[in-house]
């Protein structure tokens, strides 16, 4: 039978204010339809910016007619849904300096007063599409694609190093 393995084994990082390691087994869907349709599926449409989280799932809301959720699939009938789990890798950044080695690697405000828990972006890291979420004011995670996961990887560590 296949093994499976995660992009990164498993990595994990720690420097004076900052751990990293890569955060796997998680499910990751895309869901796609008209808002109405989505709205009647999820119950709620979340504003975009900000993930809400109902019972298990993590909902992010990436433009106008998707969603992209965290947590177990559920059935739908009016929207089109995209397994994306085994297509990308997530990676938690914890710690004091969490912030700052976020704000060193992507062009975005990661001050607590303008990215607070639950809120998100979609930026890049080292020319990687990623999306940011903050979990809690110093624990984030990072969903970047699985075939730049060591380059993504390698860039945070990098970085982190570079703010000791």
């Known amino acids: 039978m296949l093994e499976i393995k995660t992009p990164l084994n498993s990595a994990s990082f720690a420097s004076d204010g900052i751990a990293l390691r890569e955060a796997p087994d998680f499910t990751l869907t895309l869901y796609a339809g008209s808002a109405n349709n989505l709205r009647r599926e999820t119950g709620y449409l979340p504003e975009i910016g900000l993930a809400e989280k109902q019972r298990k799932n993590t909902f992010f809301r990436l433009g106008p007619e998707q969603l992209l959720v965290i947590g177990p699939e559920f ?11 085994s297509g990308r890798i997530r990676i938690e950044i914890a710690g004091p ?3 700052a080695l976020l704000s060193a690697c992507a062009a975005i405000d990661f001050s607590a007063e303008a990215f607070g828990q639950n809120a998100y972006v979609q930026t890049g890291i080292h020319h990687t599409p990623v999306l940011i ?3 809690a004011d110093d624990t984030f995670h990072i969903y970047g694609l699985r075939t730049f996961a060591q380059t993504l990887w390698d860039w945070l560590v990098d970085a982190a190093v570079g703010l000791g």
């Open 75 to 85: 059935e739908t009938r009016l929207c089109a849904a995209t397994p994306l789990s």
């Open 97 to 99: 300096k969490a912030r």
């Open 133 to 135: 979420h903050a979990l």
